[in-house]
Nanobody
Framework: QVQLVESGGGLVQAGGSLRLSCAAS????????MGWFRQAPGKEREFVAG????????DYAESVKGRFTISRPNAKNTVYLQMNSLKPEDTAVYYCAAGRTYWSDTRSSYDYWGQGTQVTVSS
């Protein structure tokens, strides 16, 4: 079993930056694909960024390319999401997820989820 805990959310002004952290316990993350999803009020949970299992492949939603960066340092059971140039439309609850698949941007492919951290971007 893997437990995931997100942190780092908060209230920022448009153009600001935040770094989200996802701390894992129970198992090492090296054997899991890692992803960040977000869910805004009244909307479905959507893929934001992903990091492949075993390799160095990453992918991002088109809306965050060039602004967000997912990282997973070796020998550390923590994954990060660096968010720069934040926009009001980035406001959402952000969720960290771990999956046994090689890589996926689909919610159903992930086995473990954190409880989420709120990110609010004011205009």
């Amino acid at each position: 079993q893997v437990q995931l805990v997100e942190s780092g959310g908060g209230l920022v002004q448009a153009g600001g930056s935040l770094r989200l952290s996802c701390a894992a316990s129970g198992r090492t993350l090296s054997n899991y694909a890692m992803g960040w999803f977000r869910q805004a009020p009244g909307k479905e949970r959507e893929f934001v960024a992903g990091h492949s299992r075993g390799g160095g492949n990453t992918d991002y939603a088109e809306s965050v390319k060039g602004r967000f960066t997912i990282s997973r340092p070796n020998a550390k059971n923590t994954v990060y999401l660096q968010m720069n140039s934040l926009k009001p439309e980035d406001t959402a609850v952000y969720y960290c997820a771990a999956g046994r698949t090689y890589w996926s941007d689909t919610r159903s492919s992930y086995d473990y989820w954190g409880q989420g951290t709120q990110v609010t971007v004011s205009s």
